[in-house]
């Protein structure tokens, strides 16, 4: 016995040695880009290499201050709008391929799978086209559409096998208290599926706020496009500005991380919610 737990503890301690040295390998792009965001360019290009800044220095994030209201304010009405709209419509979409017998289910959920393998540039010639004879180019609502079209059909295959699993005994249980159908699936089902919800959200709300295709062939107005597409004002003529570009990228990362770090609890439950029955 003594051996097994012996071997048994050794292995732990190699499986987490491996994972470290794993998650130090994706997680070294992401060091890189914060601590150059401090550096100075001339550090950044010097022959040797340095892994923490020899003076460290905020010029790049004072820099940003002035710049950086403008494009964040475009990124939140576009990924709020997008994510609203695309819950707005999944949710019930999700819900309905759920519970009730629909001719050519089967079909539809592979369209779902089918849209989320085609890549944005493939779209972005027939949705300018649309847009242009609505008069939506550079408008917020251009952007909140086309990314609305991604995350829709991901969310409704995030939610379905979620109300697969969620007890129909407890809608007719409300429906025999005097609630119809509409008032159930408001009161019982989206409740109940409030993990699965937040965690479409929280997906949502991230691949709006990820988009650049769309953002920068909708909006030709620099005032109009999000932080994703004002990156490249820091590329001219005269040069990059690495550490710039380091420290927007920064900005532009910290909500995501913020997102998955205090939700975290719920975007876990919500993944595992729909696990036993798809």
Known sequence: MGKIHLTMRTKNIIMNILGLLIAGVFLFPLYWIVI????????????????????????????????????????IIISAGSCILSLCLAIPAGYGLARFKIKGMKFFILVFLVTQMLPASLVLT???LIFSKAKLLN????????TATISIPFIILLLRPNFLNM????????????????TAFIRIAVPISKPAVITA???GFVMSWNDLAYSMTFNTKAVMRPMTAAIYQFMNQYGTKWNSIMAYGVLLILPTCLIFVTMQKHIVSGLVSGSVKG
């Open 36 to 75: 150059n965001s401090f550096k100075l360019d001339g550090e950044i290009f010097s022959r040797t290499p340095t892994l923490w800044p020899r003076q460290f220095t905020l010029k790049a994030y004072i820099e940003q201050l002035n710049n950086l209201l403008g494009p964040l304010r475009n990124s």
């Open 126 to 128: 027939p949705l300018f």
């Open 139 to 146: 408008s917020y609502l251009a952007p909140i559409l086309s």
């Open 167 to 182: 007890p129909k005994e407890l809608e007719d249980s409300a429906r025999i208290d005097g609630c119809n159908l509409f």
């Open 201 to 203: 959200a929280c997906f």
